[in-house]
Every structure is written in C-alpha cells, then in structure tokens.
C-alpha cells in the first residue's frame, strides 16, 4: 500500500478531525502518501481530494465536525456512483480507503470492496455508539457530556418551576445515548427503543415518585423510543393523565453532534486512526477498527455491520434503582 485515502461520512460526530489527524500523521510515520476525499463518497464521485501531509492536519485535534466534510450520498449507493468513485480512486493511484463513519458508511464501503476488490478499512463514528463489535464509537462520549450539561440545565428551571420536563436525545434505533445520559443526569424515566415500556406504566411510576415527595421530574426520551407518539404528544398524554404538572417538552436536536471532543474522544479517534493505516498496511482489508475492553480490535466489517449483542438489562435495573 502506496497511497491511501480517507473520509468522513454520514452524520459528523465530535473527534473525526482527530480520527483524519491519527490517519494522516500515521501515513506520514510510515511513509505512505495520504489523500483527503472531501464530502465523504460524494466527493470520491466527483473526484474531490488532495494530498495531506502532517501539517495539513494541525491545530484540528481539539476542533469539532469534519474539516473533510461530510455527507449522506444517495448516487454512492448505486453501482454507477460507486463506478465512479472507484474510477476517481484508481485515477489518483489510490489503493486503500479509510472510511470514517457509521453503519450506513460502513455498508457503501463493503459494497465498493467486494465489487472493486478494494483495500477498506472502517473507523466508527457516530454519536449513536450503535455499531457492533466496538465498545465505543467516536463521538458518542462527547454527546453524552453535552447532553447532561443541558439536563442539568433544565434540571435547574424544571426544579424552579415545578415541572416534569421531557427531553428527546438522538441515537436513532439505540438507546445508549438515552440512558447512560439518563442515569449521569439523574433522569426519572427512561425511555429507549430497545425496550417498550409502555405509557400508562410511565404514568403510574411518575404518580409513584411524586407521592413519594418529588416536585420535579425528568423523562429522557431517545428519539427512536417505542411510545407510539412524537414527543409533543407524549408531553400532552403525560399532562392530562398526571395530575398536579405542568408539563414542558425540550428537544435537544444537533446541539449533541457539535462542540469540541472529550479527551476520551480524542485518545479513541487517535488509536482507531494508527490502528487503521497500521491494518491496511497489514494487507488487510473489509474490517473495522474498534475498542473492546480498551484493546484495539480488528472485525469484520460484516460483523461490525450485524445486530449488536450488547445488552442494556443491566444499567436499565440501576436507572430503576437509582431513580426511586
Ligand atoms: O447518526 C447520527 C444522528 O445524529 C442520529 O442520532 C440522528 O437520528 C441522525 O443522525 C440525524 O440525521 P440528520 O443530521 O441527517 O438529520
């Protein structure tokens, strides 16, 4: 492996210009020439790239979003798009491809391999920590601290008030950011897509707690949760069957996808970036870089791509415990 590209792709997650600067940096340790693709698969259709060397990558690590850009591309998920890409690839005599993102770019990226015979390596990042065969995705531990700066936020006003505030957070079809931000900002109720557990059950734990003296009340709500209703309809359900509160719905939105990386965030995207270059140059290829129990572990990236086996039983029972 001679030359190697990277982009970000999919939804941006706080700690991918650190996962770009591992990349690039790595290249340049190992003495590989490194190409930018701007615009995720986008870009590598419309043959957007340029060599980066180490400086092009300073003063990025602490920076938020992708400096590369990055986006969700229909044309990529058709043959002809991913003709093009892999057209643009061989044209700039690239022979391995780093893809930094999620599930969706880790399905484009296989694809694009098995169809090419070509050298892809994937890094997950997304705030969703959705990805199988990783304990973390990069970007998920700085969503989780944005998240409960703002519940502590409102904690403050919902206590002021007297109110029961629902709060919708991201994760698409998990629960992680939900919960383990529930159980940091001391959440009263939960509420995941991994779990049903249905509404009048909510109700009747929240008339619980109140008659056990609580004033105020917290929901987290994940945004792919199993209620059946928005959250503006959840809010109004909730307000005419709980008697004595008022009740406000907050939802938090791209707030948890902006700002500058945790330092976990920051150590993770640099040892998935070496690990990466490092694998390519291996002669591996179709395998995801991933953190398991703090070791860097090398998955098939059709395992990465499978139903998660992790289960969530355990911190549901302390959210339960912690919040009676
Ligand atoms: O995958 C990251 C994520 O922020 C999800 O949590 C959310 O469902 C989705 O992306 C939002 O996507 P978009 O920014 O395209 O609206």
Avoid: W
Avoid at 30 to 42: A, I, L, S, T
Avoid at 90 to 108: E, R, W
């Amino acid at each position: 492996v001679k030359n190697i590209a990277v982009l970000t792709s999919g939804g941006d997650a706080p700690g991918m210009n650190a996962a770009i600067r591992a990349v690039v940096r790595a290249c340049s340790y190992y003495e590989v020439e490194c190409f930018g693709v701007y615009k995720g698969y986008e870009g590598l259709i419309h043959n957007e790239m340029e060599k980066l060397n180490a400086r092009s990558v300073r003063n990025i690590i602490n920076k938020g979003g992708t400096f590369l850009k990055s986006a969700r591309s229909n044309d990529f998920r058709t043959e002809e798009g991913r003709k093009k890409a892999h057209d643009n690839l061989i044209k700039n005599s690239i022979d391995a491809l780093i893809v930094i993102g999620g599930d969706g770019s880790f399905t484009g990226a296989l694809k694009l391999s098995e169809e090419f015979n070509f050298p892809v390596v994937g890094i997950p990042g997304t705030i969703d920590n959705d990805i199988n065969g990783t304990d973390y995705t990069i970007g998920y531990d700085t969503a989780l601290n944005t998240v409960v700066e703002a519940i502590d936020k409102i904690r403050d006003t919902a206590s002021s008030h007297n109110r029961l505030f629902l709060i919708e957070v991201m994760g698409r079809d998990a629960g992680d950011i939900a919960l383990n931000a529930g159980i940091g900002a001391g959440a009263e109720e939960i509420l995941i897509p991994e779990e049903d557990m249905g509404i009048d059950r909510l109700i009747e734990s929240l008339r619980k707690s109140k008659k056990t003296g609580k004033t105020s009340s917290i929901i987290v709500v994940a945004e792919g949760d199993k209620s059946g209703k928005n959250i503006f309809e959840l809010g109004e359900y909730v307000e005419e069957n709980l008697e004595d509160y008022e009740v406000r719905v907050s939802v938090l939105g791209h707030i948890q996808r902006g700002g500058a990386p945790s330092c976990y965030d920051r150590v993770l995207a640099s040892k998935l970036g070496v690990g990466a270059v490092e694998t390519l140059l291996e002669g591996k290829s179709q395998v995801m870089i991933g953190i398991v129990h703090k070791q860097v572990t090398i998955v098939p990236l059709t395992t990465a791509l499978g139903k998660r086996t992790h289960k969530h039983d355990r911190l549901i029972k302390v959210a339960d415990i912690t919040s009676v």
